[in-house]
Nanobody
């Protein structure tokens, strides 16, 4: 059974950093594309970042490009989202997604506030 579990969210001041993790089980994540989305209160879910099969390429939403970085550790079957220079507008619940199985994690809250 495919399962995705996010962690690493929390409260951070503007300009700070956080690293989110998405631990995958039930399949081998290194051979599947993975994505991070976020959803803020009252807003639609937004694609934040994606990593292709075997990590050959990455892509980012315009609002996070240059500040966020997606990566994977194949030995741990985990995908990461490194978030730097965080802004209050980055406040949202962050979800990892496995498109091939249309599987989602439970989400982790990120709050950027002073």
């Amino acid at each position: 059974q495919v399962q995705l579990v996010e962690s690493g969210g929390g409260l951070v001041q503007p300009g700070g950093s956080l690293r989110l993790s998405c631990a995958a089980s039930g399949f081998t994540s290194r051979i599947y594309a993975m994505k991070w989305y976020r959803q803020a209160p009252g807003k639609e879910r937004e694609l934040v970042a994606g990593i292709s099969v075997a990590g050959v390429s990455t892509s980012y939403g315009d609002s996070v490009n240059g500040r966020f970085s997606i990566s994977r550790d194949t030995t741990k079957n985990t995908v990461y989202l490194q978030m730097n220079r965080l802004k209050p507008d980055d406040t949202a619940v962050y979800y990892c997604n496995l498109p091939f199985y249309d599987s989602w994690g439970q989400g982790t809250q990120v709050t950027v506030s002073s």
